[in-house]
């Protein structure tokens, strides 16, 4: 006579099932989260807007202190275009990075000199934040920077008259 003992056997593979389908999206791991994370803020760096993008879902999107959304990875690379003119010079690095949430906060330091075409020549040095909403397959479906605008423009324009400083 042959037993079958199928309980046991179910339950295992039920168990093996339900792990795999969790690490598929479970959130990226911390040192992945710093790995990506430092990756993100190099493509910032490398004046390669395309390269920047790429970070981004397909119709992700980009939006800098409650300003207009950048949406869509053509979009967003134009933005980065746009910033990767102004400021050739320019440096992101990665400050921290961590979980609040279902957000990703990103802290950066961003240096640049404004010496692009129609630039004050100013140099700029900030730290702000991004808050990132992940999408299933680990790429940015939503990020929300934040910068102190008053300094920026401060910054961009010391000397000018009329700098932007008045309230």
Same mark, same amino acid.
């Given at each position: %006579?042959?037993?079958?003992?199928?309980?046991?056997?179910?339950? /295992? /593979?039920?168990? %093996?099932?339900? !792990?795999?389908?969790?690490?598929?999206?479970?959130? %990226?791991? @911390?040192?992945?989260? !710093?790995?990506?994370?430092?990756?993100?803020?190099?493509?910032?760096?490398?004046?390669?807007?395309?390269?920047?993008?790429?970070f981004y879902a397909e119709d992700g999107s980009l939006v800098i202190n409650d300003?207009?959304?950048?949406?869509?990875?053509?979009?967003?690379?134009?933005?980065?275009?746009?910033? %990767? @003119?102004?400021?050739?010079?320019?440096?992101?690095?990665?400050?921290a990075v961590h979980r609040d949430g279902n957000h990703v906060v990103f802290s950066?330091?961003?240096?640049? @000199? $404004? !010496?692009?075409?129609?630039?004050?020549? $100013?140099?700029?040095?900030?730290?702000?934040?991004?808050?990132? @909403?992940?999408?299933?397959?680990? /790429?940015?479906?939503?990020?929300?920077?934040? /910068?102190?605008?008053?300094?920026?423009?401060?910054?961009? $324009?010391?000397?000018?008259e009329g700098d932007g400083s008045e309230s």
């Amino acid at each position: %006579m042959i037993m079958r003992r199928t309980g046991p056997v179910i339950v /295992l /593979l039920s168990s %093996m099932l339900l !792990t795999a389908c969790q690490s598929k999206h479970e959130p %990226m791991a @911390t040192d992945g989260l !710093t790995d990506f994370a430092n990756r993100y803020a190099q493509a910032w760096s490398g004046g390669d807007p395309a390269a920047f993008a790429s970070f981004y879902a397909e119709d992700g999107s980009l939006v800098i202190n409650d300003g207009e959304p950048s949406v869509g990875r053509k979009a967003i690379e134009q933005t980065a275009r746009d910033y %990767m @003119t102004a400021f050739p010079d320019m440096l992101v690095e990665l400050v921290a990075v961590h979980r609040d949430g279902n957000h990703v906060v990103f802290s950066w330091h961003w240096a640049g @000199t $404004n !010496t692009g075409p129609g630039g004050t020549g $100013n140099a700029v040095d900030l730290t702000g934040y991004e808050e990132w @909403t992940l999408s299933g397959d680990g /790429l940015i479906r939503e990020s929300r920077g934040h /910068l102190d605008e008053a300094e920026y423009q401060r910054q961009l $324009n010391a000397g000018s008259e009329g700098d932007g400083s008045e309230s």
